[in-house]
């Protein structure tokens, strides 16, 4: 079955260390997407990339990095610049198109030790 | 600005009670409307796009409808199973324009 895939499911961060989140699809989408979601909020967009080797910043890119090395991956390095790491992180593949839905993984749960 | 407001923040209903989720929302080109619904501790699950007024779109106690300024997700006879928190978002130029979210509870 066709999907993405994000790992792990929980991550714990202690202070001064950098994470990285795996998100991995076989939807063969050119599209993917790392978006934050905290509490009583939309998801807010941290970075996009529409083909591989390039990416965009969203509007809370501070403090996280990506790349785009193949089509299929596209993790997400959370620094220790990013103070407020706890969040809930889905990644989304998508065609490039707006008018064409995006689709998510089940997440990874960031804490704090 | 770009912006999607979904109201309410929550809705309990009872099994059977019918009701409507709104979605307003101020995007300049808007390329589609987009209804996901997400269960706790898993990513959103698509289920609908319109694209133009007047549109409407079904999936079992599910409708969805269009207007040039709102979408409204009617949920006809509910179940326990349709607890979830419902997302709607708009696309304009490449990205997505996300609301807040309604959470929907439904008790036996």
């Known amino acids: 079955d066709g999907g993405i895939t994000q790992s792990p499911k929980y991550l714990f961060r202690k202070e001064g260390q950098n994470v990285t989140l795996s998100c991995e699809q076989n939807?063969?989408?050119?599209?993917m997407y790392w978006y934050r979601q905290d509490p009583g909020q939309g998801l807010r967009l941290i970075y996009y990339?529409?083909?591989?080797?390039?990416?965009q910043k969203g509007d809370i890119a501070e403090g996280y990095s990506v790349s785009r090395e193949k089509k299929e991956s596209f993790p997400l390095t959370v620094t220790s610049a990013q103070k407020n790491p706890t969040a809930f992180y889905l990644c989304?593949?998508?065609?490039?198109?707006?008018?064409?839905?995006?689709?998510f993984g089940d997440g990874t749960r960031l804490s704090i030790l | 600005e770009d912006q999607v407001t979904q109201s309410p923040e929550a809705l309990r209903l009872q099994e059977g009670e019918s009701s409507s989720l709104n979605c307003s929302y101020t995007?300049?080109?808007?390329?589609?409307l987009f209804w996901y619904r997400q269960d706790p501790g898993k990513g959103p699950e698509f289920l609908f796009t319109?694209?133009?007024?007047?549109e409407e779109k079904e999936k079992e106690r599910l409708k969805a409808t269009l207007t040039k300024k709102e979408s409204f997700l009617h949920i006809t006879a509910p179940k326990p199973e349709d607890s979830a928190t419902y997302l709607c978002?708009?696309?304009?130029?490449?990205?997505?324009?996300w609301g807040a979210g309604t959470k929907l509870i439904i008790k036996p």
């Open positions: 989304a593949s998508s065609i490039v198109r707006s008018d064409q839905p995006q689709h």
């Open positions: 939807l063969n989408h050119d599209a």
């Open positions: 990339s529409q083909i591989v080797n390039d990416f």
């Open positions: 995007v300049s080109g808007l390329r589609g």
């Open positions: 319109l694209y133009s007024a007047g």
């Open positions: 978002a708009a696309g304009s130029n490449y990205q997505l324009i």
